[in-house]
């Protein structure tokens, strides 16, 4: 069998999967291992088209638009970090339309990944478990913040002041499971997508021209 051209697309995914680990893991040991986060941004781009591309259109429309707004919403996060590094380091500045555009990247990342990890699911064509995992792995991140948040400031004593201990928790649970999710689908977009779509052929029946 010749190997289906759209096994490469899930490369992207991975390499930007991996990144966001070593941003994750290393960021303790260096804190300059979260620039890791900046490729991982630019490789979203190609590996959400790459992911669409290898599902051979059965994520439907939803799939089409997820694509769009989640390949935006990461070439704004991109854009974002690019002016901030430019703004802070070369001119010593912090404009305040920083905020903006980081909290609109934001917002618009956090939708698409939720519409393209929702449309994947659907289609069933990529796992299920993994496209599902994709789609919730963010916004289970901000609520896991704004539950610790609440804590924090529900002004309740407690010995080991939980609100404290879990603040910011969610972003690194969050990325997390958005990492490992997006490893697995690019694993899995490596592969030939002949097999998966093709139907399995039952015995053929004497006589019959095969």
């Known amino acids: 069998m010749t190997r289906d051209p759209r096994g490469a697309n899930g490369s992207a995914a991975v390499a930007a999967g991996s990144l966001i680990l070593v ?31 290898w599902q051979a259109g059965r994520d439907g429309m939803l799939g089409v638009v997820g694509t769009l707004v989640l390949q935006g919403g990461s070439f704004l996060l991109l854009l974002s970090a690019l002016a901030s590094a430019i703004a802070t ?13 980081d909290t609109s990247s934001a917002w618009v990342f956090l939708l698409g990944v939720i519409l393209f990890g929702t449309a994947a699911a659907i289609a069933g064509v990529l796992p299920r478990g993994s496209a599902v ?11 896991l913040d704004a539950v610790a948040e609440r804590m924090a400031g529900s002004g309740l004593a ?5 609100g404290e ?3 910011g928790v969610g972003l690194y649970v969050g990325l997390g499971i958005f990492a490992l999710s997006l490893l697995h689908l690019g694993f899995v977009a490596r ?16 006589g019959t021209v095969s």
């Open 89 to 101: 380091t070369l001119l010593g500045l912090e404009p305040a339309w920083m905020a903006t555009l």
């Open 165 to 167: 201990l879990l603040s």
């Open 191 to 206: 592969r030939p997508l002949v097999e998966r779509l093709s139907p399995r052929r039952g015995p053929t029946s004497p």
């Open 23 to 53: 941003a994750l893991v290393g960021h303790p040991v260096a804190d300059r291992l979260w620039l890791a986060l900046v490729p991982a941004a630019a490789l979203m781009v190609l590996s959400t088209r790459g992911l669409h591309s």
């Open 158 to 162: 407690t010995v080991i002041a939980p």
């Open 133 to 143: 995992a994709f789609a919730a792995s963010i916004p289970l991140g901000l609520a």
